[in-house]
């Protein structure tokens, strides 16, 4: 792949972004290509540290919960909540990330290896992120919408755990919608990235299929076990949010 090939097609791509964002007079249109230097800068960055993480296993754990302390930050600017907040998100994300990679890793599916844990382990955590800003914001917004409703429950004696259920409910399946919908149109609208990589790697399709499969179980397993910890940890509100209300 030549450098000088990619540096080009990606500063084109970034400035149709711009161009598009700013002719149509969307909020902050420098937005997009920022996210596109950041991506580079990143990658390259971590290019050079998974050098030296891949080559002794022991500091995969370490860069898995930099990652998590990462992901913790964007939640929390996202779904704008308090940062009291922030040690049980990143308890949760932890907890999410970690349940289904112990059953990939116990059951034999992947070989316990460096690159294997980190692999699926940023994946996961990454997908923990979104369907916990996606499970914050929905929330907050389904908190207004139903507010009505929560403090006729609560008027009636119920308890706001109990008021605030049906707000949960909602949110949590507006959070799972993006990682479900890429479960179901693998294949057919989608080639993964886990996929399409392992093919890239060597590995045989039957083989790539197999790793995706695992990934994407992981994924779907994940937003299963965040959802349920947010729902516990914010389910149950001290006070309604207002329309338009800044949480953080």
Do not use: N
């Not at 116990?106 to 499970?135: C, N």
């Not at 990682?179 to 060597?202: C, K």
């Not at 045989?204 to 959802?227: H, M, R």
């Amino acid at each position: 792949m030549d450098p000088v090939a990619v540096g080009v097609a990606v500063a084109v791509l970034a400035l149709v972004a711009l161009g598009i964002v700013a002719a149509l007079r969307l909020e902050t249109p420098w937005l997009q290509p920022v996210a596109i230097v950041r991506a580079t800068v990143q990658l390259g960055l971590l290019s050079l540290v998974l050098t030296g993480v891949l080559a002794h296993g022991a500091w995969v754990a370490v860069f898995l919960v930099v990652m998590v302390a990462a992901a913790t930050v964007v939640v929390l600017r996202r779904a704008r909540l308090p940062r009291r907040y922030a040690p049980w998100l990143a308890g949760i994300m932890l907890a999410a990330a970690a349940v289904p990679m112990v059953v990939v890793f116990a059951t034999g599916a992947l070989p316990l290896e460096a690159r294997y844990l980190l692999a699926v382990g940023g994946i996961v955590v990454g997908s923990t992120m979104t369907v916990s800003s996606l499970m914050g914001r929905s929330l907050a917004e389904a908190l207004v919408t139903g507010r009505d409703e929560i403090e006729g429950w609560l008027a009636l004696g119920a308890t706001p755990r109990v008021a605030a259920l049906r707000a949960v409910r909602t949110a949590a399946s507006t959070a799972l919608i993006p990682s479900t919908d890429q479960t179901r149109t693998t294949g057919i609208v989608t080639l993964p990235g886990a996929f399409v990589g392992a093919i890239f790697a060597g590995s045989s399709p039957l083989e790539a299929a197999g790793f995706q499969l695992v990934v994407l179980a992981s994924i779907l397993a994940a937003g299963g076990i965040c959802v349920a910890l947010l729902g516990r940890l914010l389910g149950a509100p001290d006070r309604l949010p207002e329309r338009g209300a800044d949480r953080a």
